[in-house]
């Protein structure tokens, strides 16, 4: 069974940072792409960061452009979020899938029903 642990999230000031960590059980990650996701209260799950199995990057650039990146440990089957300059609107529950494409289209990173497997979401809250 595919599990994907989401886990890192927590309070901060905004100016701070976190790191979110996506780790899989059942299935090796070095295959696909994986992106994550997040949701603020009331509005719908949108694409922020992907990573593909050869490592290129893709960030959703109006709304962390300078300040996230994405990496991926294939040794530890985990990806990572690393989130810097955090703002208040950057709350959300923040959640990692895994694509059924190695090397999504830029559009593709965006089309949810393209992704099989989701973790269960971790929080992150910044207070301004």
């Known amino acids: 069974q595919v599990q994907l642990l989401e886990s890192g999230g927590g309070l901060v000031q905004a100016g701070g940072s976190l790191r979110l960590s996506c780790a899989a059980s059942?299935?090796?990650?070095?295959?696909?792409?994986v992106a994550w996701f997040r949701q603020a209260p009331g509005k719908e799950r949108e694409f922020v960061a992907g990573?593909?199995?050869?490592?290129?990057?893709?960030l959703d650039v109006d709304s962390v452009k300078g300040r996230f990146t994405i990496s991926r440990d294939s040794a530890k089957n985990t990806v990572y979020l690393q989130m810097n300059s955090l703002k208040p609107e950057d709350t959300a529950v923040y959640y990692c899938?895994?694509?059924?494409?190695?090397?999504?289209?830029?559009?593709?990173?965006?089309?949810?029903?393209?992704?099989?497997?989701w973790g269960q979401g971790t929080q992150v809250t910044v207070s301004s």
């Open positions: 899938a895994v694509h059924r494409i190695a090397t999504p289209f830029r559009s593709s990173w965006y089309q949810k029903h393209l992704y099989d497997y």
């Open positions: 990573i593909t199995m050869s490592g290129s990057i893709t």
């Open positions: 059942g299935w090796s990650l070095n295959g696909n792409a």
